[in-house]
């Protein structure tokens, strides 16, 4: 399949790697289908979350434990059944950047939501972890804001 999308012009995926969000993401509630792909920019590779049906939303996405040492997300048990899984070990974890162009360092995840994916379904879901050490605004690469 292909889609035409905003930031990166028209990518060609399989149809067999979309994600279904039955419940959206916040803020998004409405769009249902997503899938990651890698794109390079200047010689590293990033991760994107990109709505599978339209140019936007398309989200920068990081796996937590590469930015938050130590991530041990706690899921609620609706969350897991939406999921269907018996644990969150069963689970891929993404969480989403936002990025500010004009400092690097003010790029922020939110440690707090996660999206979480079941990849034998290919259902995915945004949860609020019941962890209360994780921020909504975790800044990786800021040492004076780790946290808010």
Known sequence: MKIDTRDFGVIDFDENAVYSFPDGIYGFEGVNSFVMFMHEDDGLSFVYMQAAESQTPCFLVFSPWELFP??????????????????????IF???????????????????????????????????????????????????RKGG
Do not use: C
């Not at 936002?98 to 790029?107: F, I, M, R, S, Y």
């Open 70 to 91: 130590g991530y041990a997300p706690q899921v609620e048990e609706g969350d897991l059944a939406v999921l269907d899984v018996e644990s969150w070990e069963d689970l």
């Open 94 to 144: 993404l969480v989403i950047a936002t990025v500010h162009p004009e400092d690097a360092k003010q790029l922020s995840i939110n440690a707090k939501s996660p999206v979480a994916l079941n990849p034998k379904s290919m259902i995915g879901r945004q949860v609020i972890l019941m962890n209360d050490d994780y921020p909504v605004k975790y800044y990786p690469f800021d040492s004076g």
